[in-house]
């Protein structure tokens, strides 16, 4: 059982490209989210999806946008990256029903130069 | 105000003490509570879930307090490999999210 998959694990890119952060999740849960990280700081939520075909704004979600393709599969796209999106990106999944624990994927390591 | 609260720390402890955080929430309709580790920017990943009635887990104690919207985390005898940043999680009522404080830093020294 997988649980999360988070690709790709590290990636570099220079200001303006644009790149997607995939995310799939094998436990039939519900709700997905996109967090980022930098350091010293606690996880910020960038956008959560409660179900498939829904998507909502977190705190942080200026310069990303969201797919929630089904219930499986949550991605994250940059489409002008900025230095500033330098972070840690983990994406989670919660079952559904009362919520239970959320699962992680391993993070994305994302350096803008 | 934050919907979850936590104090940041860093709590410098020496190993074999005693140490509780508390973290406090806004949403009265809140239902299920959680305590994560997450070690060095790795992913979080589950302490402990926190039951109405309290619940522990060797050295480790949960509580929650309904009536004053906080949950506690307490670790007896602590140990070196404890180090590292807990988070609190509490879900969102209705929004069918899960919401996470901004975490705890422990440093245990020999």
């Given at each position: 059982n997988a649980g999360v998959t988070q690709t790709p694990k590290f990636q570099v890119l220079k200001t303006g490209q644009s790149m997607t952060l995939q995310c799939a999740q094998d436990m039939n849960h519900n709700s997905m989210y996109w967090y980022r990280q930098d350091p010293g700081m606690g996880l910020r939520l960038i956008y959560y999806s409660a179900s498939e075909g829904t998507t909502d704004k977190g705190e942080v979600p200026n310069g990303y946008n969201v797919s929630r393709l089904n219930k499986r599969e949550f991605?994250?796209?940059?489409?002008?990256?900025?230095?500033?999106?330098?972070?840690?990106?983990?994406?989670?999944?919660?079952g559904q029903g009362r919520i239970t624990e959320a699962?992680?994927?391993?993070?994305?390591r994302l350096t803008v130069v | 105000r934050k919907e979850v609260e936590q104090d940041p720390g860093p709590f410098n402890v020496p190993e074999g003490a005693t140490v509780a955080f508390n973290c406090?929430?806004?949403?009265?309709?809140?239902?299920?509570?959680?305590?994560?580790?997450?070690?060095?920017?790795?992913?979080?990943?589950?302490?402990?879930s926190v039951y109405s009635s309290g619940n522990e887990d060797g050295r480790f104690t949960a509580q929650l307090n309904r009536a004053s919207q906080y949950i506690s985390l307490l670790i007896r005898d602590s140990k070196l490999s404890d180090s590292a940043t807990y988070l609190c999680v509490v879900d969102g009522g209705s929004a069918s999210k899960i919401i996470f404080g901004s975490g705890t830093r422990l440093s245990i020294r020999p």
């Amino acid at each position: 059982n997988a649980g999360v998959t988070q690709t790709p694990k590290f990636q570099v890119l220079k200001t303006g490209q644009s790149m997607t952060l995939q995310c799939a999740q094998d436990m039939n849960h519900n709700s997905m989210y996109w967090y980022r990280q930098d350091p010293g700081m606690g996880l910020r939520l960038i956008y959560y999806s409660a179900s498939e075909g829904t998507t909502d704004k977190g705190e942080v979600p200026n310069g990303y946008n969201v797919s929630r393709l089904n219930k499986r599969e949550f991605s994250l796209r940059l489409e002008s990256a900025a230095p500033s999106q330098t972070s840690v990106y983990f994406c989670a999944s919660t079952g559904q029903g009362r919520i239970t624990e959320a699962f992680f994927g391993q993070g994305t390591r994302l350096t803008v130069v | 105000r934050k919907e979850v609260e936590q104090d940041p720390g860093p709590f410098n402890v020496p190993e074999g003490a005693t140490v509780a955080f508390n973290c406090t929430y806004s949403n009265s309709a809140s239902q299920s509570f959680f305590w994560y580790r997450q070690d060095c920017r790795k992913e979080p990943k589950l302490l402990m879930s926190v039951y109405s009635s309290g619940n522990e887990d060797g050295r480790f104690t949960a509580q929650l307090n309904r009536a004053s919207q906080y949950i506690s985390l307490l670790i007896r005898d602590s140990k070196l490999s404890d180090s590292a940043t807990y988070l609190c999680v509490v879900d969102g009522g209705s929004a069918s999210k899960i919401i996470f404080g901004s975490g705890t830093r422990l440093s245990i020294r020999p």
